[in-house]
């Protein structure tokens, strides 16, 4: 891995479904000129293009079986290796688990790389069973709309084609109860992870969009 210059900026995003993690990071993506890398697409990419990791990766996924960390791991960091990493990243939907954070820590510190800084948008669960509730997507063209942050221009209808928008089966209340809860049960051992490496910076979720992106701008800016 090329070696990486004080002021790089490699982070990971951590929040609840309905956080807004995916907003923010791509706020700071464009602002920062980092990428945003979610390991699921990076895995769906790996997949189409048929490369090594694909076919790895496929023949767990095909047998319904998790993918292995060590994989998932080298997949990211032959990604991260690339040159828009540079400047640094962000990674958003890894880690998952305590192990697979320390096997991430273990393999950049191999490289000699570190992590800037990790940054936990926390948002109480309430708001997040309304917002996820509000959701509504398009199932023709996956257009995504919130009947509160991001209406359609006619009510119940795509903007981009027309089609009558629907709740994912994933935003229905009971779903939503339980992605709350598994999430909560994951994450709450990363975040004492990172807190006690001194690297945790937590965010109150529960502003809007603007004011959480600004309090994500200071501690980037301390950061760096
Ligand atoms: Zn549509």
Known sequence: MSERSAGTLNLIFLGPP??????QSRMVEE???IPQISTGDLMRKEISSGSS???EINSYIKLGQLVPDKIVISMLLHRLDHDDCKKGYILDGFPRTVEQAKSFELALAENGSFLSGVIAITVADEVLALRLGDRRVCKKCSTTYHLFHNKPKKDGLCDNCGTPLSRRRDDEPDVIANRIEVYH???APLIDFYQNRNNLYLVDGNKKIDVIFQ???VIIDKLT
Do not use: R, V
């Not at 309905?18 to 907003?23: D, E, L, N, V």
């Open 18 to 23: 309905g956080a807004g993690k995916g907003t």
């Open 53 to 55: 990791f694909g076919e």
């Open 215 to 217: 309090q994500i701008c």
């Open 31 to 33: 602002k920062y000129s």
């Open 185 to 187: 049960q994951q994450t």
